[in-house]
């Protein structure tokens, strides 16, 4: 099964700060690999697919590099709606297989 | 609307079985293949089973694998997934999800999800 790390685990930040969550596979999955956010209480959503193309209505302040085994997310001006926990998800082949998750809390 | 709407949850004893469905609808649903994910609380995503837009392929995790049983009725534009031999461990919020033309794809549409709690 191919192991997905991300990190860190947890960040604080404030509104209009520039973040970065990093994903790594223990395999190359080429760019098979896409990102989710997920908010309290409610079903993960898919943001980027593809390692980096953005889901419909996904705004631009979102940006993705990597490929084969190094991947990041980057928020460039946090906004109060981007307060969530975020995943990354191999689709290379199965079983899928999800990091462990990224949240991203107010400062 | 595009959706998938989650039912069958409940509180189950350990070893106990119980089945989830999953009806979708404003999609072609035997045209996806689809997935289900769980969520025990407080913790990740765990992707548990798939299923080919056919029915004819189903994958599962090392964890579920020869005690759950994925399915689908492309006719009813219904998911299932029959759980056996439950364990406390299992406890979490099952969704489904909607993948792409193969089980390896990403998961461009979930459910509000149902929750599994096993316990005695």
């Known amino acids: 099964d191919i192991q997905m790390t991300q990190s860190p685990s947890s960040l604080s ?95 | 609307e595009v959706q998938l709407l989650e039912s069958g949850g409940g509180l189950v004893q350990p070893g106990g079985s119980l089945r989830l469905s999953c009806e979708a609808s404003g999609f072609t649903f035997s045209s996806y293949a689809m997935s289900w994910v769980r969520q025990a609380p407080g913790k990740g995503l765990e992707w548990v089973s798939g299923i080919a837009s056919s029915g004819g392929t189903t994958y599962y995790s090392d964890s579920v694998k020869g005690r759950f049983t994925i399915s689908r009725d492309n006719s009813k534009n219904t998911l299932y997934l029959q759980m056996n031999s439950l364990r406390a461990e299992e406890t979490a919020v099952y969704y489904c999800a909607k993948g792409g033309g193969i089980i390896a794809a990403e998961l461009n549409l979930w459910g509000q999800g149902t929750l599994v709690t096993v316990s005695s």
């Open chain 1, 13 to 107: 930040a404030s509104v209009g700060d520039r973040v970065t969550i990093t994903c790594r596979a223990s395999q190359s999955i080429s760019s098979y690999l896409n990102w989710y956010q997920q908010k309290p209480g409610k079903a993960p959503k898919l943001l980027i697919y593809a390692a980096s193309t953005l889901q419909s209505g996904v705004p631009s302040r979102f940006s993705v590099s990597g490929s084969g085994t190094d991947f990041a997310l980057t928020i460039t001006t946090l906004q109060p709606e981007d307060f969530a926990t975020y995943y990354c998800q191999q689709s290379y082949s199965t079983p899928l297989t999800f990091g462990q998750g990224t949240k991203v809390e107010i400062k």
